[in-house]
């Protein structure tokens, strides 16, 4: 008897977005600021999104010379009807804008709370809406949320930003159901704790939460339950935006796709 050889099947196909326009919001660091690079070597024509416009002028500075283009687009998510509006004409929506504060419940500033929800929720609801009739006017769509660790799991102290996480993993699958029939996918990506400013400012409030000192923030508190002792990288995550937008995800929607380390496996 002879023994099988695996077939290892085709290729897997290269991302081309040549021709597309996509959205990020959050663009001017961090996993945004990956997803855009990532996103214009794919060929597509990204509008970069974010109140930063210094960061934003940097970045389409080091876009330079990729097979895509960057525009620089300076909006403050707080307005509503700006993001819906800023989405108009997108083939590709990434909602990736966060932000974060670590408090007891009963000592979360009730405004920050609303701001928190508005932007990490409420945006992404309105820019979902803005972006949708173009999406099933040409049959294709592709909608990926940056979700996290917190969107599956809870931690204590961070009520505003796990709230908006389980929300916006329920706005993403009924944008998968309800977007299926014209071509459309909606998935998250949940990530654990990525290298970026936002964790940086994590691990202070967390020391301060904690009474512990900021070295042992990150191996007792951030990774305690991540079988996979380090930081996820920007760069990690916007490969993960890339898989999704690309012809072998068509068939994913409606899902989560995690890179937490094992947190979750417990």
Known sequence: MTASRAFPGPPAPSLDL????????????????????????????VR????????????AEQSAGL?????????????????????AGTDVLVNNAGLQLVRPIEEFPPDVF????????EAPFRLVRGALPHMYGQGWGRIVNIS???????????????????????LSKTAALEGAPHGVTS?????????TPLVEEQIADQARAHGIPRERVLSEVLLQDSAVKRLIEPEE??????????????????ASLVLDGGWTAH
């Open 187 to 195: 998935n998250c990506v949940n990530p654990g704790y990525v290298r």
């Open 114 to 121: 609303h701001t928190v929800l508005t932007v990490m929720l």
């Open 67 to 87: 097979p895509g283009s960057v525009e620089p687009q300076v909006l403050d998510l707080t307005d509503l009807d700006a993001a819906e509006a800023a989405a």
């Open 18 to 45: 040549g021709g597309r326009t996509a959205l990020v919001t959050g663009a001017a660091g961090g996993i945004g600021r990956a997803c855009v690079l990532r996103l214009a070597a794919a060929g597509a024509k």
């Open 148 to 170: 996290s660790v917190h969107g599956l799991r809870a931690s204590a102290y961070k009520s505003a930003y796990v709230a908006a996480k389980h929300g916006l993993e329920g």
């Open 237 to 254: 995550v916007a490969e993960a935006v890339a898989y999704l937008c690309g012809p072998q995800a068509s068939f994913m929607t409606g």
């Open 48 to 59: 970069a999104v974010d109140r930063d416009d210094s960061g934003l002028a940097a970045l």
